[in-house]
């Protein structure tokens, strides 16, 4: 009798740890049945990949997805925002969108709570591609020259000018030629009505530059160059050095070129976004990886090994659980992470303040005033200005 007693003891102890393990295993991904995302234009590299990620969902969990293109940063975001997409294949124009610069400085927008979840550093660079016709071998030679700007996109502006930078040259120092989208300002190049434009070396628009009559250089950025990285990283805090191995232009894996990167692209979401949705879609980017990283240039640099760590923008607690539930999240992520809302929570706080003081009405004056607004409020936290 005491032995079947302890039979019973021993099969209730098993149960309890099945039980206990069953609970404590990963979730299965489940997708809702339409998933829409958005990118720049179609052609780019973050479309592609976008596109690539796209067909995983449908092929792996049955999820139908639409890829929306749009030309700049405000028009990738404001489906994000307003509920109508789930994912956003950001640059660093999530950045700004945190920290309410530039066309996030307006009445309209103001810092965002925009978090991330996965984001690609492939073997690709991110520069300014110059017409190989204009015979310019090095960023300073682009002193007069016609470098193309895209309304609505910071992103794309403000690297144009972290690159000039690097040579100690700024838009005055060049002729800004605006277009209403990123394809457009490739075509221009194509056109000669424009001579260098900022993306990636990997994007379709820069192989389609690189097989024009004009054809495509992209200048060096030697590492060697300590004061001219200093000058980058004043105008762009977010770009690193990279050597670029892959895509249009004059260099491989045996013969790469200094330039500058940063993780793109940057899928993003908002902090009011459920949890365990921002889960799911983590991890179906992590678990599918095998399906997607080859379909497109630079889907590759979206491996969990190479995931930029510690960097501007926080990780959605959605992701973080993805990734803890991976083994890629450490404690010393934890803590950044955690700065990283508070930063979030500091701006959106200021913004709130200072339109209850009845700000400018004139657009200019605006920006100019929440400019201050928003130094005053991250000193008063003891928070660095990231940005000058």
Not at 48 to 61: D, S
Not at 155 to 182: P, Y
Not at 227 to 233: A, D, I, L, M, S
């Given at each position: 009798m005491e032995m079947v007693k302890q039979v019973i003891k021993l099969a209730a102890i098993a149960l309890a740890a099945t039980a206990i393990t069953a609970s404590a295993a990963p979730a299965q991904v489940k997708l809702p049945p339409t998933i829409t995302m958005t990118a720049y234009d179609?052609?780019?590299?973050?479309?592609?990949?976008?596109?690539?990620?796209?067909?995983?969902?449908?092929?792996?969990?049955?999820?139908?997805?639409?890829?929306?293109?749009?030309?700049?940063?405000?028009?990738?975001?404001?489906?994000?925002?307003?509920?109508?997409?789930s994912l956003s294949a950001m640059g660093v124009g999530a950045f700004f969108a945190q920290e309410g610069l530039f066309e996030f400085a307006s009445k309209e927008w103001g810092p965002q709570p925009v978090q991330i979840t996965m984001s690609s550093?492939?073997?690709?660079?991110?520069?300014?591609?110059?017409?190989?016709?204009?015979?310019?071998?090095?960023?300073?030679?682009?002193?007069?020259?016609?470098?193309?700007?895209?309304?609505?996109?910071?992103?794309?502006?403000?690297?144009?000018?972290?690159?000039?930078?690097?040579?100690?040259?700024?838009?005055?120092?060049?002729?800004?030629?605006?277009?209403?989208?990123?394809?457009?300002?490739?075509?221009?190049?194509i056109n000669n009505d424009v001579d260098a434009v900022f993306g990636s070396t990997i994007s379709g628009p820069a192989k389609e530059l690189q097989t024009s009559p004009r054809g495509i250089f992209w200048p060096?950025?030697?590492?060697?160059?300590?004061?001219?990285?200093?000058?980058?990283?004043?105008?762009g805090p977010y770009f690193t050095e990279h050597n670029a191995t892959c895509g249009a232009g004059e260099f491989s894996k045996d013969k790469p070129i200094q330039m500058g990167a940063y993780p793109y692209p940057i899928y993003s979401v908002y902090a009011n976004q459920p949890e365990e949705d921002v889960y799911m879609l983590t991890k179906a980017l992590i678990e599918g990886y095998d399906a997607y990283k080859d379909n497109a240039p630079g889907a590759a640099g979206l491996a969990l090994k190479t995931q930029t760590k510690n960097w501007a923008v926080p990780v959605h607690p959605g992701a973080v659980k993805a990734f803890k539930e991976a083994g890629a999240w450490s404690e010393d992520q934890d803590k950044h992470n955690k700065g990283l809302?508070?930063?979030?929570?500091?701006?959106?706080a200021a913004w709130g303040d200072f339109n209850k003081g009845n700000p400018p009405s004139d657009a200019a004056k605006f920006t100019e005033e929440w400019m201050k607004a928003r130094k005053a409020a991250l000193a008063k936290a003891g928070i660095p200005d990231s940005f000058e």
């Open positions: 179609t052609g780019t590299s973050g479309f592609n990949i976008t596109v690539a990620i796209g067909k995983m969902m449908k092929e792996k969990y049955g999820a139908d997805t639409r890829v929306l293109p749009a030309g700049n940063d405000v028009a990738r975001l404001q489906p994000l925002r307003a509920g109508r997409a550093v492939d073997c690709n660079g991110l520069s300014l591609a110059v017409a190989a016709d204009t015979g310019v071998k090095a960023v300073a030679d682009l002193k007069g020259k016609r470098i193309g700007f895209v309304v609505g996109s910071p992103a794309l502006n403000q690297n144009a000018l972290a690159v000039l930078a690097f040579a100690d040259l700024g838009a005055k120092d060049v002729k800004i030629v605006e277009f209403a989208s990123n394809n457009a300002m490739w075509k221009g190049t060096a950025m030697p590492f060697t160059d300590k004061q001219g990285w200093e000058r980058v990283r004043k105008v809302f508070k930063r979030q929570q500091v701006l959106i």
